[in-house]
């Protein structure tokens, strides 16, 4: 069975630390795609980033980086530099074929204190 | 370029009555996922429709439903609403396989 694994419920940090957020999943597919998206206090999932099985390759994007290990089974999501701004609850999703339905970690509550 | 929209923003319904929450897909989109979030929970999948025929469902009951529309827009309704159906629904909108962007949410409140 696919699923998603999320083990820090709560991560609270100071401005300015960096962060890591550790996502473990699990899937007997050769192909499909991993996310993450944010959720602010207004509910909205916010789209961060989409990475296929077949793409291995670290990704940064100002201050978020993602790193992607297919042997440990791993998408870890850092944030450099964190703001308070950054404070939302994070999820990590697997999409299974063929509907592409998005399954879903149980999120981290990420808190940046000033 | 219009995003995800959905109405109401909040909902307070009985045990028993029936509800009807509403998604617009954004420009270009032609399918539409449901999605369930429990209070401290990660979203559940409801069912998807793509091309106004369902297009896979998730581990809900038959007493919830949707449609969607020539207009690729949908709606998803649950009958004889039962407390724990108390939570944010999401509608996602998506291009043949690609990235759900998802809408704000409609959050409801059955008493």
């Given at each position: 069975?696919q ?17 890591t ?7 007997r ?8 998206y ?22 940064i ?6 790193n ?47 | ?8 923003t909040?909902?307070i ?12 897909s954004?420009s270009g989109?032609?399918?539409v ?8 929970q990660?979203?559940?999948?409801i069912f ?5 025929e ?9 007493r919830?439903?949707g ?14 609403l ?11 909108s998506s ?14 409140t059955?008493?």
């Amino acid at each position: 069975a696919q699923k998603v694994t999320q083990a820090q419920t709560e991560i609270s940090v100071v401005e300015k630390e960096d962060v890591t957020l550790d996502c473990v999943y699990e899937t007997r597919d050769t192909t499909y795609y991993l996310f993450w998206y944010k959720q602010p206090p207004s509910g909205e999932l916010v789209f961060l980033i989409r990475r296929n099985s077949f793409d291995e390759q670290n990704e940064i994007s100002g201050r978020y980086s993602w790193n992607f290990q297919k042997s440990t089974s791993s998408f870890n999501f850092t944030i450099t530099a964190s703001q308070v701004v950054d404070s939302a609850v994070y999820f990590c999703a697997l999409s299974e074929a063929p509907t592409d339905k998005l399954i879903f970690g149980t999120g981290t509550r990420l808190q940046v204190f000033p | 370029e219009t995003g995800v929209t959905q109405s109401p923003t909040h909902l307070i319904k009985t045990r028993g009555q029936q509800v009807t929450l509403r998604c617009s897909s954004q420009s270009g989109h032609n399918t539409v996922s449901w999605y369930q979030q429990a209070l401290g929970q990660g979203p559940q999948f409801i069912f998807q429709y793509y091309r106004e025929e369902e297009n896979g469902r998730g581990n809900f009951p038959p007493r919830f439903s949707g449609l969607q529309f020539p207009n690729y827009s949908s709606e998803l309704n649950v009958n004889a609403l039962e407390l724990d159906d108390s939570a944010l629904y999401l509608c996602a909108s998506s291009g043949a396989q690609d990235t759900q962007y998802f809408g704000p949410g409609t959050r409801l409140t059955v008493l």
